[in-house]
């Protein structure tokens, strides 16, 4: 990707990151700790990778190596935190009983079968990181989704439905089905890496916009009558980044 959509990409990206992690003081903070601690952690990750990312070009061989060393390295940790951050939204969805503790307890059982099957079929030593660590991706993407696909589900479900987790769930399943397909175009060829990248770039921001008008305003809670709004303290914000 050329280096001012790289440039743009950081600064959009870390502006709405903050934004969300200001959003997020009090109560929200409280209710969805896995998000503000994804969003924490993909904020650290950005500002790790911006001087190794943007010197990969021009850089000496030692230092690509070492870009591709962060980069996948923040992957790993990014992916166990998205995994966490939707079966949290799972569990926050769900009544408390024997269906929230069922549902919860085969999320997790099914994504670590998911994940060790892919990582067996995929890891292969013998080629780059890249190549085995972009299918990996690609599955975990395809995997995410499905756990948001039933948080989705069980939004619908409910007779009260809360509007900040279902734009947290469809901005989600926005991200992850472009991760999915981006990962999947870049493992045919290498040449959609840059058109993949703006294609995950996008999708990520969007997702970012999307949280952060879900957290600076009050939850809406639709019921079987009209929608009813549950007053929230104000957040008083700083300004943009």
């Known amino acids: 990707m050329a280096l001012p959509l790289q440039i743009l990409g950081y600064v959009a990206a870390i502006s709405l ?82 269906q929230r503790r ?33 299918r990996w991706t690609r599955d975990m993407n395809f995997c995410a989704t499905v756990l948001d696909l039933i948080l989705w589900a069980t939004l619908l479900s409910a007779r009260q439905r809360d509007r900040r987790i279902l734009m947290i769930s469809g901005a989600l399943g926005l991200q992850f089905t472009a991760g999915a397909i981006g990962q999947a175009l870049r493992d045919l060829s290498h040449a959609a890496v840059d058109m993949t990248s703006i294609l995950i770039v996008a999708a990520n921001l969007s997702c970012l916009f999307i949280w952060w008008q879900a957290f600076r305003t009050p939850v809406a809670v639709s019921a079987a009558g009209p929608v009813q709004t549950q007053k929230e303290p104000r957040v008083t914000r700083g300004s943009s980044v």
């Open 17 to 98: 990151q903050v934004l969300i992690l200001f959003a997020m003081r009090g109560d929200a903070r409280r209710r969805y700790p896995f998000v503000f601690l994804y969003v924490l952690a993909d904020l650290i990750t950005n500002l790790i990778e911006i001087q190794p990312n943007l010197a990969h070009d021009t850089g000496t061989i030692e230092q690509k190596r070492r870009w591709l060393w962060i980069y996948w390295w923040d992957e790993r940790v990014m992916q166990a935190l998205l995994f966490l951050m939707v079966i949290s939204l799972i569990y926050v969805a769900t009544k408390p009983g024997r």
């Open 102 to 134: 069922t549902l919860v307890t085969w999320s997790v059982l099914g994504s670590l079968t998911f994940a060790g099957i892919s990582l067996l079929l995929h890891y292969n030593s013998s080629v780059t990181t890249g190549k085995w660590m972009t």
